[in-house]
């Protein structure tokens, strides 16, 4: 049996990468661009043992279209964002966006 270690990876920016301590996760990426991201985000789905994708906010704005199209072609992941070093984004009508895009796609259908 794998060890939690071996199950996590993190895709983290360079700035943020600077204060975080995971000396025992095993995949640690550090990347500069949305182009890195995307690369690392697709190799880290093909190793089947991992179940915990983490990655900073800035991260996750750069995958977003990655995650959409590989979770269009089967690929699952459980990808968890961090909060950066300056601390969360403002979110306020996360909620509110969430369920005007549920509406807009059931119209289309």
Request: glycine letters at 4%; charged letters at 30%.
């Amino acid at each position: 049996m794998l060890s939690l270690e071996n199950q996590v990876a993190v895709i983290t920016d360079q700035q943020t990468a600077e204060y975080l301590k995971l000396e025992k996760i095993k995949e640690k990426h550090v990347v500069k661009n949305a182009v890195e991201a995307g690369k690392n985000l697709r190799s880290l789905l093909k190793n089947s043992y991992l179940s915990l994708i983490l990655v900073t906010e800035r991260v996750l704005e750069w995958i977003k279209p990655s995650i959409q199209e590989l979770m269009k072609n089967g690929k699952q992941a459980v990808i968890v964002s961090l909060t950066g070093k300056k601390g969360p984004k403002e979110e306020a009508n996360t909620l509110k966006e969430l369920i005007n895009k549920t509406i807009e796609e059931f119209k289309k259908k």
